[in-house]
């Protein structure tokens, strides 16, 4: 070690031996990895990289470099001591902060208030309007709601199951019958007796059969044919020519299936229909399946005119007072009339048939039951149409127009004159003659209710007790008009009623 000390003095000398230098004492670098050296003391090792030239010596960041004598240094220039920073006071404007934050918060808080308070008032007025404009809407349907129809409280739930055609034929082919009836006419001052054929179906076991006043018309004898062939001899209970119902009884004792009454009420546009009844008078127990054309349809025959339910299904005649079945086997109405032939332009009429309401039918045989005859109102008086044109030529209301006042009858115990316009019916609107007796129909007699009637630019409201309908009296005998004798001249109805007894059923 001593060696490499006096080795690096020497060429340091050399290096700068022209030039004067004092003797100067060499500084040495402790390195971190390496102790300084105090010679070699007993039981230490010398390290084996003293004289390697590799060793490295770090310099210490406080160390003073090591530089050769004669070296200029510049002079340090002494540096003031640094001036501590001024540290802000903590909260020194702290509060104007706050103050701000509350402040904006106030403005915020106010400005969502003034929006809260608008947008509510706006949210009010608007919901309230809704709610007048949703009341009104509400009122305007249950007004349409009180205005249609309602369904009788005897009337039950409709039933949701649907049975097959086949199995209602199978049900109630035994409760159809089919009638023969005879009258006796005189043509040419000759007696003479003709037959009419018809449906009819059993509505108590006991005998009570329904049919269409048409086909026992005037009948001197009733003959009634059951499916399997049996025949009974039946009377007629009563008839009523204004409605075309009529009740028969079968004069044995028996016991019989009888039908189920349904609802037409309840019958809907679309609903499928079963007739079953005896076409042409030969065609027995057959069977014809349609669909419910439509309802309330008025439908005039013999000059009377009777609501009706309209089917496609096939009615013929000799299906008339046969039962229309509904798709859960319950009777729903009585095959009546259809349209047949071709229109005035020339078309063909196919698939048209009526049937008279089973609900307008039952209080009919009730009364025909209870009475011998249908218990009605009756007004006593004789009306025609006043047809809109000339109503509206005059500025007057449609209605049944007053040509007669019969003396003595309710009618003219009210006060209704001659020339009144009938417009009301109780509750009931009256626009022509049709609807007027629709009306009388749901009424019986000393029932208690107003007539509206128009006199004088105004109208009238009375009070009226209705009458009950006179009787017509039986005959057994049919004389063909003009006494017997065939017309010489005339309308096709005198033709037409002077032959229909020769053919039996009118349809």
Known sequence: MENYENEEMQQEQTAWEDVPQEPVQPVYQT???????????????????????????????????YRPQNTYVPPIPPQEPAKPKKQKKAGGKAWKTVLCAVLALAVVAGSCGITAALVNQKWESRTNG?????????????????????????????????????????????????????????????????????????????????????????????????????????????????????????????????????????????????????????????????????????VTTDGTTINMIQTDAAI?????????????????????????GNSSSGASIEGIGFAIPIDDVMPLVNDLMNYGYINSAYLGVMVSDMDSATASFY??????????????????????????????????????????????????????TTITVYRGGAELILDITLDEKPQEEASTETTVPGNGQMPQEGSYDDWYNYFAPFFGDKG
Not at 56 to 65: I, K, L, S, Y
Not at 396 to 408: F, S
């Open 395 to 448: 500025g007057l209301p449609t209605g049944a127009y007053v040509r007669e006042v019969t003396p003595g009858n309710c009618a003219e115990k009210a006060g209704l004159q001659v020339k009144d316009i009938i417009v009301a019916l109780g509750e009931h609107k009256v626009k022509n003659v049709s609807e007027l007796t629709k009306a009388l129909r749901k009424f019986k007699a000393g029932e208690t």
């Open 31 to 65: 390195s971190p990895y390496q102790q300084p050296y105090h010679g070699t003391g007993a039981g230490r090792k010398e390290s084996p990289f003293a004289n390697s030239p590799y060793v490295m010596q770090q310099v210490q960041p406080e160390a003073e470099p």
């Open 130 to 298: 809704m709610m007048l404009s949703l009341g009104k809407q509400i009122d305007e349907m249950q007004a349409q709601i009180d205005a249609f129809k309602t369904y009788p409280d005897t009337v039950p739930a409709y039933p949701q199951y649907v049975t097959s055609p086949g199995a209602i034929y199978q049900q109630n082919v035994q409760s159809v019958v089919l009638i023969t009836a005879e009258m006796t006419t005189a043509v040419f001052g000759q007696t003479s007796t003709a037959t009419s054929s018809g449906s009819g179906f059993v509505i108590t076991e006991d005998g009570y059969v329904v049919t269409n006043h048409h086909v026992v018309d005037k009948a001197t004898k009733v003959t009634i044919t059951m499916h399997d062939g049996t025949e009974y001899q039946a009377k007629v209970i009563g008839s009523d020519s204004t409605n075309d119902v009529a009740l028969l009884k079968i004069e044995e004792d028996v016991t019989l299936q009888a039908v189920t009454i349904g609802s037409s009420t309840a019958l809907g546009v679309g609903d499928q229909v079963v007739a079953i009844g005896n076409p042409l008078g030969e065609l027995t127990s057959t069977l014809t399946v349609g669909y419910v054309s439509a309802k309330e349809r008025d």
């Open 316 to 340: 013929n005649s000799g299906n008339s007072g046969g039962p229309l079945f509904n798709s859960q086997g319950e009777v729903v109405g009585i095959t009546t009339a259809k349209y047949s």
